[in-house]
Nanobody, 120 residues
Framework: QVQLVESGGGLVQAGGSLRLSCATSGVFEYGNAMAWYRQAPGKARELVAS???????NYADSVKGRFAISRDNAKKAVYLQMNSLKPEDTAVYYC??????????????WGQGTQVTVSS
């Protein structure tokens, strides 16, 4: 059974930092790509950062240089280090897992989300 559990969200002042964690089960046993998305009120969900099982990373332009995604295969977890936070980073942040069989994506799973609020 696949489970994704986010943690680490909270309220922080502009310029501050937070580290989000995504603990997984049933994911790292397979080929996978992991990502963080966010959704602000009244807006569509958007990609923040992604990392595949070769460690290749991709970032949204709005967070480049401020956020860093990483993964720990031994701990079966993915992290998002967020620095120099801005009020516009306020959103619910979701962890996403894509499971692959070879090069073919088989399933997509989402966590329940964690709220990040940045005050000005």
């Amino acid at each position: 059974q696949v489970q994704l559990v986010e943690s680490g969200g909270g309220l922080v002042q502009a310029g501050g930092s937070l580290r989000l964690s995504c603990a997984t089960s049933g994911v790292f046993e397979y080929g996978n790509a992991m990502a963080w998305y966010r959704q602000a009120p009244g807006k569509a969900r958007e990609l923040v950062a992604s990392i595949n099982n070769r460690g290749v990373k991709n970032y949204a332009d709005s967070v480049k240089g401020r956020f860093a995604i990483s993964r720990d295969n031994a701990k079966k977890a993915v992290y998002l280090q967020m620095n120099s936070l801005k009020p516009e980073d306020t959103a619910v942040y979701y962890c996403k897992a894509e499971l692959f069989s070879g090069l073919v994506m088989q399933n997509v799973y989402w966590g329940q989300g964690t709220q990040v609020t940045v005050s000005s």
